[in-house]
Every structure is written in C-alpha cells, then in structure tokens.
C-alpha cells in the first residue's frame, strides 16, 4: 500500500451535496465566462508552466497566512484557462467536504503527480505544508529549466536538418530537371553519380504522391513504436543510451531527474519505498525505471540502495560510493542533493558541448549533400567537353 493509500479515509471518495453543488456553480461559472467572451475556444488544461505557478501562487499565500480553502478560491478565480480552472476550484470544494489536501489532489491523477501528490501528503502529516509547497516550487522550476535547455539544444540541429531537406528537395525537383535537358540523347555518356541524381529526381517529380505519404507512414511508424510499444520504448530508450552524441546528453538528464526527485522526496520525509517507487515512474527511460523498480524490490527484502544499484550498471561508481557512504552516515538526503546539484551544472556542460558538437556535423552533411548534386551536375560537362575536343 503507497504512502498516499495509507493517508486516505475511507469515505474520501463518498460526494456530499454541498461539495457537488460548490463544483457545478464553479463549472456553471466557467462555461458561462467562455459564453460571454464569446467564439470557439480550445481549452488543452494547464501545462507545466501553469502547474508552476499554481504552485508558485499557492505557497505565497500560504506562507502569508491565508487559509488552503480562501487560497485555492483566490487563485482559481484568476485561472483563464477554463479546464484547471475548475479542478482547482474542485480542490476547494473537496478539501471542504472532509477530504485531506492530498486526497483532493489525488482525485485529479491527469493534473497532478505522484511526487506532487506524496509530497502533500508527506507535509500534512509533518504540518510543514508552506516549506513543502516551496520545495515543490523549487523542483518543478529545475525540471522545467531541465527540459527547456535539452528542447533547445536540439532546435538548431532540427532547423538544419529541415533547411538540408527543403534545399535538396527544390535542386531534385526545380533546378536539376532543367539542366537535364542538355544531357538529353547522351545518357549513355554520364557518370553514375548523375544517374543517380537523375533517377531521384525523376522518382520525385513523378511519384511524389508515394514517396511523401511513405515517408510520412515511416515517421510515424517509428514515433509508434518507439513510443506506443514496450519492444519499442526499451530498444529506443537503449539506443538513445549507446548513440554517440546522445549517450551523455540522455544519461546525464535521467541521472539529474532521478536523483533530483529522490532527493527531494527522501528530505520531505516520504518513505523510502514509496520514493523508489515515485522515482521509477519519473526517470523517462525503460532501462532507468527496470533499475530503480530492482532497486525498490531488493530494498523491500532488506537490502540496501547502493549495493543494488551496483548491479546494473547505470550509475557512476562514484555515484554508487556516495550513496553507500550517505546510507551509512544517515545523510542520504543531503548526499542526494548535492549529486544532483552536480549533475545538474554537468548536465549543461554536455548539452553545450554536444550542441557544438551537432552544429559543423549538421553542416557538413547539408555541404555533402548540396556538393554531391552539384558534382553531379557538373562531371558530365567536362565530361562531353573533353568527348568534343577529343
């Protein structure tokens, strides 16, 4: 049973009409608000950035004294987006019906997550909720500033590989179509590497109809299977670990947000168990979460953390000797932090480094590319050339 089950009552899931009423008035109020602004609106629900600063907004008052129910009210009043809007206002009405914070929380699994949840639970009991909301603030502000730097790292090297794909794509289907013209009745006198050009750009021009929807079908079949099927995710989340550029990039990111997470659960004073468990289902690689649910298993039997990590082979020795060392020490938490202060500052070293490394390599392939057309182009001029004075 998790650390959250354990906190629930038994009737936390029972609805009282005062909470059902305060919920409908709060959805009756939003649907009318969208009514008078009038127009079709997508509503997506909140997004990282929105969580944050719920969070943010939430410690503030609690911190200046105001009750949880008269925050939640005030912020969820000045939510625009409708959809989060109502759960905070739900959050309210819950927490008024005789539910724990946490509870409320936990009946909106798609919004908040287990670590935001636990960590609640873990500051009712300990009444240290304004410190805990802090934390939470903290976290979720590294984990977005974490996510925000691997995003841009790799908006350069997608812009280049787009501009290499445009530029070859016009020179086989508009510049090159042209110059074939003048080689028309001497094929026989061209160099392989201009038959190779010519056959792609003739598949280009007149089966486009079946190239791009294949080439489209294959995008979205690796998206698919990389993403939507166990075999996939695990040789996907493995190569991404054995790639060379990717290989420091990923393990630096899932060692950061493991440790970052346990860390800060283990300090909040969330069981162990409960924090291997939250830590597993956070870390975004197969082979990480097969590791951090061994770990949990042996743990549950006795063990300790840094022999069992040991084993696998994921972590760092020197990784493995500071846990063992904070273990026995009883500073796990402390030791925690700082391993994921500093693979935090590594982390973004490497993504310079691999950023500058992907910028010439992406380069060079589109001049590659370009070059090897424009050879094609150009041999077979020198070639009938040298036919012609011969």
Known sequence: MSFLQKLKKEDARQQNTP?????????????????????????????????????NQLAVMIRAGISLQDSLESIGLQIEKEKFRVVVLDLKARIEGGQSFSQALAEHPDVFTNLYINMIAAAEISGS????????????????????????AMVYPII??????????????????RF???????????????????????????????????IAGAIMGFWYFTNKTPVGKY??????????????????????????????????????LDTLSITAFITGNKLFENMWKGIHEQVRQGKKIAPSME???????????????????????????????????????????????????MIVLMGVLVGFIAMSIILPIFKMSSVVSG
């Open 129 to 152: 909720m304004s410190s805990m909301l802090q934390q939470l603030v903290e976290y979720l502000d590294q984990e977005t500033d974490t996510r925000n730097q691997v995003i841009s």
């Open 160 to 177: 280049i590989a787009v501009m290499a794909v445009t530029c070859v794509t016009f020179l086989l289907t508009f510049v090159l179509p």
């Open 19 to 55: 909470r059902s009423q305060h919920v409908a008035s709060a959805i009756a109020s939003t649907n009318s608000a969208g009514a008078k602004k009038g127009g079709f609106r997508v509503d997506f629900g909140p997004s990282r950035k929105d969580i944050l600063n719920f969070t």
């Open 311 to 361: 084993q696998y082979g994921l972590m760092p020795s020197n990784v493995v000797q500071m846990l063992q060392s904070g273990e026995e020490s009883g500073t796990l938490g402390d030791v925690l932090r700082d391993i994921s202060d500093f693979y935090a500052r590594e982390l973004k070293t490497v993504i310079k480094t691999v950023t500058s490394m992907i910028e010439p390599i």
């Open 235 to 272: 040789w996907w989340d493995k190569t991404k670990l054995a790639l060379p550029l990717l290989k420091s990039l990923c393990r630096s990111l899932y060692i950061t947000r493991s440790l970052h997470t346990m860390g800060v659960l283990v300090n909040a004073g969330v069981p162990i």
């Open 180 to 214: 074939l013209t003048v080689f028309a009745g001497k094929e026989h006198l061209l160099p392989a590497p201009t038959k190779i050009i010519m056959a792609m750009s003739m598949g280009m021009r007149h089966y486009w109809f079946i190239i791009f929807p294949a």
